[in-house]
């Protein structure tokens, strides 16, 4: 007999349906799977089996051939266990006719008859047409986030062929968990002093530009990093889903029945290996760091610690937003669209802002000055130095429209600057195509002495020139003015955008 089971898998961060499709004869008993199945999915056979028996199902003795279709499609992962054992169970007549009209299955199953999680449950439910899904119960309000589908929840395999037969209903859903706590997003008004830094901070969050800060241990680099995110706009639906699915198929918790609302922050460890940065994997193609920093912050703490290696493989998320990602039998393009923000000492003793405080040699400021290669630190617009606060800044008390303005006070005018952009047609200033600098951010005569006499002295290349030209536009943008760009904002992008670690004959 012959039964065929809708089911879905996980290709990068999308679903592809698949029909699971088993056929059980009467010959010399016998189980195989064909249809480019996976390692772990050709495993399916010994889980189902024994799921089977411990859920006091019998399993047959018969001739049995499953395959996945259509065959020119990898499936990974164990996500097709459920749908195999159904399958297998109503071609064995085990399950009444037409019980799986209508209906999708997927979930990994234990040797004990459990239905376990599966990755990318947003991503796949999302694939199917809206249909009765049976997904693992203990992610069934993920799948219920798309709202097309009737999501069935399953524990057990056994409960899974007793809702089938018509003997009991499905289960109940799963208490929610309670409401995560505590996780509020640090606020700009913990941060004393840092005027520069909490510019630096403000002006990328409202134009996309990517940061660079170095300075000591302590000069509270971190901090200023971990506040950006707040400063950014909350997730509209699509990159809402977008963001949730991605997180999903990275197996990374998400909040109870909702989807992520705030940009995600990320800052994998600078021992961080390639495919943990870029994704991949062996078993299951998994999204990295940059794709799940996708519209939020991916920060790279201690930026010289990276291996170049490492680093070398951000130019093409960098550049295009997106990463292919090739292993020995699939290629697979993940979205990694990312505002990148980086730390790091100016100095191998961490002292080196100022001559007098540091200890190292001169070679060995200028080994380590070459730790990151020109071309990435060319991606930062916004370059500056952050000292530690003076004691003055940490004792003064709190001053609203001062020092110590609050995240919520500078993401509005973050909002309004970026409402600004959009009237314009860009995503964010950062992205500004050089030849429409003129037309969307022209100079004032006084703006374009100044850059023409940087340019002359040597002390601004022509990309540079460009990326400062942005950055003014935003700082226009915050102060609410869309006339030409102003030689004060000029001044103001010029003193954002310095050479930090002093490399000599490297204009910016
Ligand atoms: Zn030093």
Redesign the pocket.
């Known amino acids: 007999m012959l039964a065929t089971v809708a089911s879905v898998t996980l290709i990068g961060v999308d679903g592809r349906p698949i029909a699971v499709e088993a056929h059980v004869s009467n010959g010399l008993p016998g189980f195989s799977v064909v249809g480019l199945p996976d390692a772990a999915c050709r495993e399916a056979r010994d889980r189902v089996r024994a799921a089977m028996l411990s859920s006091g199902l019998r399993w047959p003795q018969r001739r049995m051939i499953v395959n996945l279709a259509p065959s020119g499609v990898r499936k990974g992962g164990a996500g097709l266990d459920l749908p195999i054992a159904v399958a297998i169970l109503a071609a064995d007549g085990q399950l009444p006719p037409g019980c799986l009209d209508g209906m999708a299955f997927l979930g990994e199953l234990g040797l004990d008859g459990s239905v376990r999680r599966v990755a990318g449950v947003l991503a796949l439910v999302d694939a199917l047409a809206p249909t009765a899904v049976v997904v693992p119960a203990s992610v069934a309000s993920e799948a219920a986030l798309i709202g097309r589908h009737r999501i069935c929840p399953a524990s057990t395999l056994r409960g899974v062929v007793a809702a089938l037969r018509g003997d009991e209903g499905w289960p109940l859903w799963p208490q929610a968990p309670p409401p995560a706590v505590g996780l509020a997003e640090p606020d700009l008004a913990d941060v004393r002093g840092q005027a520069l830094g909490r510019l630096a901070v403000e002006v990328s969050a409202a134009g996309s530009h990517h940061l660079l800060l170095v300075g000591p241990p302590g000069a509270g680099k971190t901090m200023l990093a971990r506040r950006l995110p707040g400063l950014l706009p909350p997730l509209d639906t699509e990159t809402a889903l977008e963001v949730t699915r991605i997180h999903s198929a990275a197996g990374i918790p998400l909040p109870p029945e909702t989807l992520i609302r705030r940009p995600p922050f990320r800052a994998p460890h600078h021992s961080s290996s390639t495919v943990s940065l870029i994704g991949g994997g062996t078993v299951l193609m998994r999204p990295g760091e940059v794709s799940c920093a996708t519209h939020g912050v991916l920060f790279l703490d201690e930026l010289g610690e990276f291996s170049s290696d490492v680093l070398d493989t951000l130019r093409q998320p960098l550049e295009e937003g997106r990463v292919l990602v090739c292993r020995a039998r699939a290629a697979v393009t993940f979205p990694a669209r990312f505002l990148m923000v980086a730390a790091m000492n100016p ?6 802002t100022g001559p007098s405080d ?3 040699s001169d070679a060995a ?1 200028a080994r380590y000055a070459t730790r990151v290669s020109s071309p990435l630190l060319d991606r930062f617009d916004l370059r500056v130095t952050v000292n530690r606060p003076e004691v003055q800044a940490l004792l003064g008390a709190a001053d609203p429209g001062g020092p110590n303005e609050s995240t919520a006070a500078v993401a509005h005018r973050v909002a309004v600057a970026r409402a600004i952009s959009h009237q314009r047609g860009m995503a964010a200033n950062a992205s500004i195509p050089a030849e429409r600098l003129d037309d969307l951010a022209p100079l004032d005569r006084a703006g374009r002495r100044l850059l023409e006499s940087r340019l002359r002295e040597g002390r601004l290349s022509a990309r540079g020139l460009h990326r400062v030209r942005r950055v003014a536009r935003t700082l226009a943008d915050l102060d609410e003015r869309t006339g030409p760009v102003e030689a004060d904002d000029v001044y103001a992008a010029l003193g954002l955008r310095a050479d930090p670690l002093a490399r000599e004959a490297v204009p910016s």
């Open positions: 100095c191998p003793c961490g002292e080196g540091c200890r190292c400021r």
